[in-house]
């Protein structure tokens, strides 16, 4: 018998006559770029909203409180429809699926540009929120299944530069647009790449087959409850002062009741929402584990650094895109490392644990920092930050669907990117409350030790009887520093507690198992 070569790194090489896509196409080099630019479109619309709020409220006549409805309703219609991707892409067709979520984010991206009230905009959201939800399991899994088995881990490796860094460019971008042009334009800017990524969809992508799949209505209301109880819980928590409010009892009632029963249901049911294959297999449940915590501190340190440094350092909107830029390049250094060890058949799980050892030590750099930090140390702590998180990525996906059948991978995949949503959601509720409650600790026990030296010291004695209320005046200027010092010291203790939740993730990438190359053909669509 004729043994296979060995190259270099001392990995298998794989049988050309098994290396072949689950669902070939001609160009595979064009379908890449449609796939990718819609997945960097969806990604990017989680963000870039955000820095354009002000001016939404102003043009929208909306109030600071019911703004946030606009980031709400597209947070939580993503969160409930996330669920149902695997059984609607079977039942009608991955393709068509797909191209209709591109065509309908497109259309909503476009309605949310025109909307002329907040009614409008919220409705427009959630009708974008919905659409965009199928767009990021589906590409991630047709990236798989139009490619090789041997270039998985480099097709991982570009998806996942655009989940990762479509975070990081999306203040930046809507920050620039609103700026330089209107608000408006954050939506409008997905029409050129959304035609253009449709386009290639429409000519490019290829048939799955469709396979007759019954709904679990049941499971469904059950997750959805479950998912739509625990954003708003999250979402009105800190407005309405947590449990001192009913409303927030309520929604922590209908989030325990109806997960509670939504885990029974799915565990027991025949032809429950999801396949218990999914659950059972550990891998794929660890790595869920994983992407709760890529949520928190992705998400959460990127929600919390543009304001720190916009209204405790004075960097405008483009200044904080241009010092926060680093993490995405640190992104897309290491995901080529990754990608080229996982190509070797390395074991990916102390690459996974080494990442988040990184992105503790980047948070630990963090927890260093004062008023007085200087542009190098932040930018430095990005980019080490962007090579811990990319070292993650490819390794835990290799990871989570090597040990997947390929029919439950558009499942799995709604599934990861549920979890990471959802990690994202609770990260930046948690940093928020844990943020607003250490600023009152902090001020308190700063403002206990200044004393009336502290005031007498910012006065200059020869001008007391030119200015009167000068005294008040010094008060004044102590409370704001007091409050910026206080500030200051609240960040820190919310890097302290993501560098623990980090490195607290690190045991689980050793209880995975090695995911062991394919060597067979690949099985049928179906199967």
Known sequence: MASRAVPAGGATAPDPAHDVAQLPVANPGILIVGIMAASLLQVLDTTIANVAIPHMRTALGATTETITWVLTSYII????????????SDRVGARRLFILSVAGFILSSMLCGMAQNLQEMVIFRALQGVTGAFIAPLSQAFMLDTNKPSKHAQMMALWGMGIMIGPILGPVLGGWLTEQAN?????????????????????????????????????????????????????????????????????????????????????????????????LDRNFAIAMGFMLAIGVVMFATMALLPPMLQQLMGYDVIDTGLVLMPRGIGVLISMQFAGMAMRRNLDPRPVVATGFIICAVSLYEMAQWSLGVDRFHIVASGLVQGLGMGLV?????????????????????????????????????????????????????????????SVSSMIDVSTVDRYQNLGEIALRMLDLEANRQAAMVAYIDDFWMMMWITLAAVPLAFIMRKPKPRTGPMPPPGE
């Not at 219609?77 to 609607?88: C, K, Q, R």
């Not at 947590?242 to 922590?252: M, P, V």
């Not at 409350?433 to 200044?450: E, P, W, Y």
């Open 77 to 88: 219609a993503s969160a409930v429809a996330l669920p149902i991707t695997g059984w609607l």
């Open 183 to 279: 608000w408006r334009w954050v939506f409008y800017v997905n029409l050129p790449i959304g035609i253009l990524s449709l386009a290639i969809l429409v000519t490019q992508l290829p048939h799955r087959e469709v396979i007759r799949r019954k709904f679990d209505l049941s499971g469904f209301v059950l997750l959805g409850v479950a998912l739509a109880s625990f954003q708003m819980l999250l979402d009105r928590g800190q407005t309405l002062d947590w449990y001192d409010s009913y409303e927030i009892w309520l929604w922590t009632f209908l989030f325990i009741s109806s997960t509670w029963m939504a885990v029974i249901h799915l565990g027991s049911a025949k032809d429950g929402l999801f396949d218990r294959a999914l659950f």
């Open 393 to 453: 990525f490819i390794p835990l996906n290799v990871s989570a669907f090597g040990t997947l059948p390929p029919r439950l991978r558009t499942d799995g995949s709604s599934l990861l990117n549920l979890f990471r949503s959802l990690g994202a959601s609770a990260g930046i509720s948690l940093t928020t409350v844990m943020l607003a409650r250490n600023l009152q600790t902090a001020h308190a026990d700063i403002a206990s030790n200044l004393t009336g030296a």
